[in-house]
Nanobody
Framework: QVQLVESGGGFVQAGGSLRLSCAASGSIRSVNSMGWYRQAPGKQRDLVARIMSSGSLDYADSVEGRFTISRDNAVNTVYLQMNSLKPEDTAVYYC????????????WGKGTLVTVSA
């Protein structure tokens, strides 16, 4: 089992910045990817950014150039630096870890709320 704990959410004005952290613990092995998803009220959960085991990065078009995902393997933590935040970035942000390739297992954190005011 893997546990994911997010931190760093909060309230910020448009144009501001926040940094999210996600610490993974437990049986961490064969990690395929770690990343962030978000879900706004009444909408589906969508990918924000993820970092693959190879180090390659994926970003949603809506955050490209504003958000940066990074990881520290020494402490099993992934970060999401969010700059130039917009009201439409308001959502609950969930950390995600995918373990295994042939039969992947998906782990989720409980989420952290990010609210961006106009």
């Amino acid at each position: 089992q893997v546990q994911l704990v997010e931190s760093g959410g909060g309230f910020v004005q448009a144009g501001g910045s926040l940094r999210l952290s996600c610490a993974a613990s437990g049986s961490i092995r064969s990690v395929n990817s770690m990343g962030w998803y978000r879900q706004a009220p009444g909408k589906q959960r969508d990918l924000v950014a993820r970092i693959m085991s190879s180090g390659s990065l994926d970003y949603a078009d809506s955050v490209e150039g504003r958000f940066t995902i990074s990881r520290d393997n020494a402490v099993n933590t992934v970060y999401l630096q969010m700059n130039s935040l917009k009201p439409e970035d308001t959502a609950v942000y969930y950390c995600n870890l995918v373990q295994g390739l042939a039969f992947p297992t998906y782990y989720w954190g409980k989420g952290t709320l990010v609210t961006v005011s106009a």
